[in-house]
């Protein structure tokens, strides 16, 4: 049986020795919130608070997501701010070249 969202967080907290307290002020995250989380008191935690959960614990967010059952992260745009943690102006940066690079490509 796979381990459970909340114990494979909580296992990753203890490996990486931070308290619980550490944890939430680095993820921004209430006590409160963060304890539930990890007792698997919180059916759906919010992917924000779970890519916070995963960047802190340097787990992949990928995983993280998929032992919450978040699945079918296809688009570019939710996979490069979530799995990356980048800001709107660098998702836009990328855009902008990959929309250069494809207009290379249709010139004769």
Known sequence: MTESLGRYLEAARVQAGHSLRHLARVTGLSFSSLYRILNDE???PSAANLAALARALDLPVSEVF???GITG?????TLLRVEYGLSDQAIAEIHAIIDADRQKGEQP
């Open 73 to 77: 992260l296809t688009d570019l745009d």
């Open 42 to 44: 919180v059916e759906r």
């Open 66 to 68: 998929a032992r919450a």
